[in-house]
């Protein structure tokens, strides 16, 4: 009985394979997926705005909301990173012109403290700027 379905597991997985490799892209692949961490240029530039801090609270307003205490129990607040450099918090956003933003990035908590260091308990959004001409 255990050898029919291996048999038939292996006869059927290949076609199904070939079945799916073929298939034409959905609509949704075609149109791509906006990621939940990451703001592009193509986002950025769809409309006008005034500043980095509209941006975000507009397409990204999950970014904003602070997360208490860190693990260590101090009252951190979410970071500001552009071109590797640390601004402080969100109100950094406001002093940065929006057409100057090439991208924005979300790393949370775990993931900003392992990229740069202690003091981003909350997490950061890390921006590059378009470089000047």
């Known amino acids: 009985m255990r050898a029919i379905a ?14 799916s490799a073929g298939r034409p892209p ?3 692949e075609r149109a791509g ?3 939940s961490d990451r703001i592009d240029r193509e986002e950025i530039a769809a409309r006008s705005w005034t500043d980095a801090y ?3 609270a507009t397409l990204r307003p999950q970014w904003l909301v602070n997360r208490g205490r860190d693990s260590f129990g101090s009252a ?9 450099a ?3 918090g969100v109100a950094a956003l406001r002093r940065i012109a929006a057409a100057d933003v090439e991208h924005f ?3 949370d908590a775990t993931a900003a403290t392992s990229r740069w260091g202690v003091g981003f308990g909350n997490g950061a959004i890390e921006l590059s700027t378009t470089p000047a001409r």
């Open 54 to 56: 509209e941006v975000v």
């Open 86 to 88: 640390r601004l402080g």
């Open 105 to 107: 990035q979300w790393f």
């Open 33 to 35: 997926t906006r990621r």
């Open 26 to 28: 959905s609509q949704m």
């Open 76 to 84: 951190t607040v979410i970071q500001v990173v552009m071109n590797g």
């Open 6 to 19: 291996i048999v038939l597991a292996l006869l059927v997985l290949p076609g199904g394979l070939a079945c």
